[in-house]
Each structure stands twice: as structure tokens, then as C-alpha cells.
């Protein structure tokens, strides 16, 4: 799709030749400290780094320290923030859809044609390594990074965010899944180590997975939901997918967006809920095939649409296992108030 004609313009995708096309002497000054920390095997052929309380790849690394020291946000940004696997993809696709509403016809909107992430850059991965060459024509930027890092300039300009997390046994499952399509270039998918489906369960359950642990992950965001909530808006996966129409219009009054009632009386907010639904982007030929580059992996655009749906890990955990998260889960979570009360649909 042209999008010279529109009133918005995507940043250029990335080159497929490149692990990314920032100037590698921009990360010379981190490697002092980045060889200083304790690091572990990771989940796909690399190392975990210890920083700050949570396990990074260096790619991610890199990038978080270069956002620390160099990112400048504007005040009107949005920052759509998860664990991986918590409901990322549909979150930058609905707060897409409810930002640039009255840029695009329907038909024409970019997530017909262009997939969620590539829509919404992510502040450690895209934006990181490309040093921070951002559109600005949407206030949205994507980030996994956890609370306690946000560069400093996020918070001290009270920059909104709206996190999203998932139950726990779901976003594991999801992440597993995820990280058995992900190959890091150079590395042939045949040639590449399979993933034990044991071995990642006991790495998560200890905290070593890619921005873990994930229950410290999501308290830090809760709780500062609970000090800030005029600038943190606090989802869950589970909520978002029972009421999509009512969390839609959350979102939008949230970030300053909100939906006139001439745009809810001709039903804007279910066809924005439709047109990001699960069923809708995941038969895009967009989303379907070939892969999304720019990363130090190659992954399968149609890893970012794997099922969509509420209590798949009952198809895979075993009643050890469930026993094992549930107790961390409640353990880690007890006297902060969140709860995951959820029916399952698969």
C-alpha cells in the first residue's frame, strides 16, 4: 500500500541483509557493563543478562540501555507495554485502529496491509537500533521493557501508558509456542536447537525467560497502576477478550481519544473491535506468510497468531506443572490485589 497519499506515513520496513541498521559503535560504550552481569543460557541459542532484576538478550539489552541514556519522548506519548505473549499484537492493533481512525477509510487502514508491529515500533527493539528515527505521526510506541526501567524521561514527563498481561499458564504456553518459531539469523529452523517444553517450563517458573520474571514484570506495572491511575491503564488479556466493546472505549477515553457519540451511535467501536479481532488479522495475507525482519530473529509473521484464545495451556501442562504456577502465581501475587479469575474457551 502507498501511503504517500495518506495523512499518515509507516516508517520503512527494515532491510532483510541487516540485524539492524544502527551504527554498531553506538553500543561499544555498554559492552564494559553488559560483560559484567550475570548472565544464563537462554531460551533460543543465546545469552540472558541480568540488569536491573530482569533477564534481557542482548539485542534487547543493547537497545534498553541506548533508550535509557538517549530517548527523548514527546509528552503526548502512548506507551503500549506487556510481558511477551500477554496480548501485544492485538493491543498495538486496537490503539492503531483507535488513533488514526479519522485518517483512514475502512478500507484503506494500514492493518489490512501491514502487520500491528511494524504499525506500532517497539522503544528496545525498532526504535533502539534504528536510534530513534520514530514516526511521529502517532504517539504510539510499543515496549516489553519492564516498570522499574522505563528511561527516566517516560515517567518524568507522565508520558500514559496501557499494559496488558495474561494469565500466567496461558502466556507461558504462548510464549513456548513463540519461541519455537523464532530462529536467529544465520541459523537455519532445521539446524537450530528444539526447544524442551520441560526445560522452558522449569527456566519461566525460576524467572529466566525474555523480560522475566513475568510476575515481577506485571506487579510493577499494577502496582504503579494503582499510585498513577490517570497514567497507567491496567488490563488483562481475559477482560480485553469478554468485553472488547467496553475496554475499546476505555482505551480511547484513556488516551485521550474517546469516541463521540456519533461514532458510537454508527457502531465505531465494534468495527474497530472487528477489524482487530483475532479471526479478522489472522486470515490477512499480511499476517499469514513470510517473516518479520529487522530483529535478531527471523520469525514467522504467523507466530503472532497462534490461537487467541482463554485456557490453551489445559492442552499442555500437566497437573504438576499447573500446581507449580499457580502456587508462584499466588505466592508472588498475594496481598497486591491482582487476581486472575478467568473461564477458559478452548
Not at 541498521?21 to 553500543?27: L, T
Not at 527516566?152 to 501508558?161: E, L, N, W
Not at 488483562?236 to 456519533?262: D, H, I, Q, R, T
Not at 482463554?310 to 502465581?329: F, Q
Request: with cysteine; charged share 25%; net charge neutral.
Amino acid at each position: 500500500m502507498d501511503y504517500s497519499s495518506s495523512k499518515m506515513n509507516l516508517s520503512p520496513k527494515s532491510n532483510e541483509k541487516e540485524e539492524y541498521s544502527s551504527d554498531p559503535k553506538v553500543f561499544e560504550e555498554y559492552k564494559p557493563l553488559i560483560s559484567s552481569l550475570p548472565r544464563r543460557k537462554g531460551w533460543v541459542l543465546n545469552q540472558f543478562y541480568h540488569y536491573q532484576g530482569f533477564w534481557h538478550n542482548l539485542f534487547y539489552l543493547e537497545g534498553l540501555l541506548s533508550a535509557q541514556e538517549h530517548f527523548k519522548p514527546q509528552p503526548n506519548d502512548i506507551f503500549l507495554s506487556s510481558v511477551p505473549k500477554s496480548g501485544t499484537t492485538w493491543l498495538k492493533a486496537l490503539s492503531f485502529a483507535i488513533v488514526t481512525r479519522s485518517s483512514f477509510d475502512a478500507s484503506k487502514n494500514p492493518l489490512l496491509t501491514t502487520t500491528p508491529h511494524e504499525c506500532v515500533h517497539s522503544l528496545e527493539g525498532d526504535l533502539a537500533h534504528n536510534l530513534f528515527h520514530r514516526n511521529l505521526d502517532t504517539p504510539l510506541i510499543g515496549t516489553h521493557v519492564p516498570y522499574t526501567s522505563l528511561p527516566k524521561p517516560v515517567i518524568d514527563y507522565g508520558c500514559k501508558i496501557i499494559y496488558i498481561c495474561r494469565e500466567p499458564k496461558d502466556a507461558f504456553v504462548s510464549l513456548w509456542h513463540f519461541c519455537c518459531k523464532a530462529s536467529p539469523k544465520g541459523v537455519e529452523l532445521s539446524a537450530r536447537e528444539d526447544l524442551d517444553f520441560e526445560e522452558a517450563f522449569k527456566l519461566f517458573c525460576e524467572g529466566i525467560s525474555v523480560f522475566g520474571p513475568y510476575w515481577d514484570h506485571v506487579l510493577g506495572y499494577w502496582r504503579a497502576s494503582l499510585e498513577f491511575p490517570d497514567r497507567i491503564l491496567f488490563l488483562k488479556y481475559e477482560n480485553l477478550k469478554n468485553e472488547p466493546v467496553f475496554y475499546v472505549k476505555e482505551m480511547a477515553k484513556f488516551m485521550g481519544y474517546p469516541f463521540s457519540l456519533e461514532e458510537e451511535t454508527k457502531g465505531m467501536i465494534e468495527n474497530i473491535v472487528d477489524l482487530c479481532s483475532f479471526e479478522n488479522l489472522s486470515k490477512l495475507e499480511v499476517n499469514k506468510s513470510g517473516w518479520l525482519h529487522g530483529r535478531p530473529y527471523l520469525i514467522e509473521k504467523n507466530a503472532f497468531f497462534r490461537k487467541g484464545v482463554i485456557g490453551d495451556w489445559k492442552n499442555y501442562l500437566k497437573p504438576m506443572m499447573v500446581a507449580r504456577l499457580d502456587e508462584i502465581t499466588e505466592r508472588k501475587f498475594r496481598s497486591s490485589g491482582l487476581t486472575f479469575n478467568v473461564s477458559s474457551d478452548a
